[in-house]
C-alpha cells in the first residue's frame, strides 16, 4: 500500500512546490518585502493595499526604524528584495537605515518605494538619499500642495489640499503609457496632503505624475494671509507628486509624494474635480498597484533571450555567431525581446514614435541603423528585431551594440564583439571584371603587342648587303 501511494504524494509535493513557484513569482528580484512604520499598528490604515500585495504573491516583513533586529543585509547579501518607507515622526532612522546603507542596498539591485506625507517631517537619512539622488525637497522636509483650481470639492472645498488629478500621461510620445493604460475617461486620482519634489537633469529620474500648472508648494506651518512668491518652494509642472528613478543596474525607487492616496478611505472614495466637477470613484487603487509593480519590477521589465548574427551571401557558409568577418560582407543581425509584466513574460512590442537601433562600431560608430520586427523569428513570448547591412571597407575589432534605455523600462546594453578582416590575395575581384581597370588592360595589351611586332620584325627582316653600302672614294 505503501508503494503504491508514494508516486502519487510525490507528485502532490511537485505540484504543491510549482504553484508555490509560481505564486512567488511575481519579481524577477524576489519577493521579500519590508514595510516600515512609525508603529506597525498603523497598517490598519492600509489594509487593501498590503493586501494587494499579498496577494500577489509577496512575503511581507512590518518593522519600525527603532526596531533592533532591523537590518537590510545580512552577511552581505539582501535580507529584502523590496523596502517600502511610510512617513515616520522620528527625526533619524537609526544606525541600520543610513543613507550610506540606503545606497547599497540599491547598488545591490534592491527597490525602494518611499512616501510622504505634508503632515510628518520627512526623515534626514530619506532626504539625504534623496539628495543623491538629486531629488529635491523644501527646506524645512515638508510641504502642502495645494490648488485652487484642481481640488476635490467633496473633501477639501476650503482648503484646497486634496488635489483631484487625471491619471498621468506619458511625458514624451515615445513612453509607454504604464500608468493610464485602460483608465476611464473621466478617472480621478485622489492626492490628498501631498509634497512636492523638485528634480534635477539627471537622466535617470522620470516623473511619474506632474503638479498642474496651477498648483503650488509652501509651508503651512508659516501660512501669512498674503503669500510672497519668494515663499514658495515651487510651483505648476515644477513640482513632481510622483518620482520615478532607475539606476544603472536597472535597481529602482519611487517618491510618492502623498502616503494617504494609498490608504484604504482614498481607495474607497470619490472625487469631484472642482466645484462643478462630477464625483467618481477614485482611481488610486489601480494607480497603487502600478507604481508598485513598476517600483518592484513586475513591470517595465525587459529580457533578452538571444542574440544572432550571421553573414548573408549565396553560396557561403553563414555560421551564427562567427568571430570574424571579412570587409564588405553582408551581414543581418537579430536580437530577441521579451517583457514582463506581473507574472508571465510577453513579446516586446516598441511605443509608438520609438526606435530600437543597432550600431556597428569601432571607437565610433560606422553604422548606426533601426532594427525591424521579424515576424518569422517571433512568437508570443519575445518578439525578434532585425537589420541586414554591408560591413564598412575597414578592417579591425568592432562590436554588434544594443543600447536601448528608456524611461520605465530596464536598461537593455548587449555587445558582441568580432574582428573583420582585409580581403585575401585570392578574393579580389579579377581586373577584367572592373570597367575602370578596361584602359590600363588596353594599355599593357598595346604595349605587349607592340614589343612582339617589333621582336618579330627585328628577327625576321633581312640584313643590310655590306658590298653596297660601301662608296668608293677618289
Not at 27 to 38: E, P
Request: aromatic share 10%; with cysteine.
Amino acid at each position: 500500500m505503501l508503494r503504491s501511494t508514494s508516486p502519487l504524494l510525490s507528485l502532490f509535493a511537485f505540484l504543491l512546490c510549482w504553484g508555490a513557484a509560481l505564486v512567488s513569482a511575481v519579481s524577477i528580484t524576489g519577493n521579500r518585502l519590508l514595510a516600515i512604520f512609525d508603529e506597525v499598528g498603523e497598517k490598519e490604515n492600509y489594509t487593501k493595499f498590503l493586501g494587494d500585495l499579498e496577494s500577489r504573491g509577496f512575503q511581507i516583513t512590518y518593522e519600525t526604524p527603532k526596531s533592533e533586529s532591523l537590518a537590510l543585509f545580512h552577511l552581505g547579501e539582501r535580507a529584502y528584495d523590496h523596502v517600502i518607507f511610510f512617513p515616520t515622526k522620528t527625526k533619524g532612522l537609526g544606525p541600520n537605515l543610513t543613507p550610506q546603507i540606503l545606497v547599497n542596498f540599491l547598488n545591490a539591485k534592491g527597490n525602494i518605494l518611499q512616501t510622504l506625507s505634508s503632515t510628518t517631517t520627512t526623515p534626514n537619512s530619506l532626504v539625504s538619499l534623496l539628495a543623491e539622488l538629486d531629488i529635491t525637497l523644501p527646506a524645512e522636509r515638508t510641504g502642502l500642495v495645494v490648488d485652487h483650481f484642481s481640488y476635490d470639492a467633496l473633501s477639501a472645498p476650503e482648503t484646497h489640499d486634496v488635489l483631484a488629478l487625471p491619471p498621468p500621461a506619458p511625458v514624451r510620445n515615445d513612453i509607454s503609457p504604464l500608468f493610464s493604460t485602460g483608465a476611464p475617461k473621466d478617472a480621478l486620482l485622489a492626492f490628498p496632503h501631498g509634497v512636492g519634489a523638485v528634480l534635477g537633469p539627471r537622466e535617470h529620474l522620470t516623473p511619474i505624475l506632474r503638479a498642474p500648472k496651477t498648483a503650488y508648494s509652501y509651508n503651512p506651518k508659516e501660512q501669512a494671509e498674503v503669500l510672497d512668491a519668494t515663499d514658495l518652494f515651487a510651483a505648476g509642472q515644477q513640482l513632481s507628486l510622483a518620482t520615478a528613478f532607475q539606476a544603472i543596474n536597472s535597481a529602482r525607487l519611487v517618491l510618492l509624494g502623498s502616503a494617504e492616496m494609498l490608504q484604504d478611505k482614498w481607495f474607497l472614495a470619490e472625487v469631484a474635480a472642482g466645484p462643478n466637477g462630477k464625483p467618481v470613484k477614485t482611481f488610486n487603487r489601480e494607480f497603487a498597484k502600478r507604481v508598485s509593480a513598476w517600483a518592484f519590477q513586475e513591470l517595465g521589465v525587459l529580457r533578452v533571450n538571444w542574440i544572432e548574427h550571421h553573414l548573408n551571401e549565396v553560396s557561403a557558409v553563414n555560421k551564427s555567431n562567427p568571430h570574424i568577418y571579412r570587409v564588405k560582407n553582408d551581414v543581418t543581425y537579430t536580437i530577441s525581446l521579451s517583457e514582463y509584466a506581473y507574472n508571465k513574460w510577453s513579446s516586446f512590442s516598441l511605443p509608438a514614435n520609438d526606435v530600437l537601433q543597432l550600431e556597428f562600431s569601432m571607437l565610433s560608430p560606422f553604422h548606426r541603423l533601426p532594427l525591424s520586427l521579424d515576424k518569422a523569428h517571433s512568437t508570443p513570448e519575445a518578439s525578434a528585431y532585425t537589420v541586414s547591412f554591408k560591413l564598412p571597407d575597414q578592417h579591425g575589432i568592432f562590436n554588434f551594440k544594443v543600447n536601448y534605455k528608456r524611461p520605465f523600462f530596464t536598461n537593455i546594453e548587449e555587445k558582441n564583439t568580432v574582428s573583420v578582416r582585409h580581403m585575401a590575395h585570392d578574393e579580389w575581384p579579377r581586373s577584367f571584371v572592373i570597367s575602370g581597370a578596361w584602359p590600363w588592360i588596353a594599355g599593357i595589351g598595346a604595349t605587349i603587342s607592340g614589343w612582339v611586332v617589333f621582336v618579330a620584325l627585328w628577327m625576321y627582316s633581312a640584313p643590310t648587303d655590306k658590298k653596297m653600302g660601301n662608296k668608293k672614294t677618289n
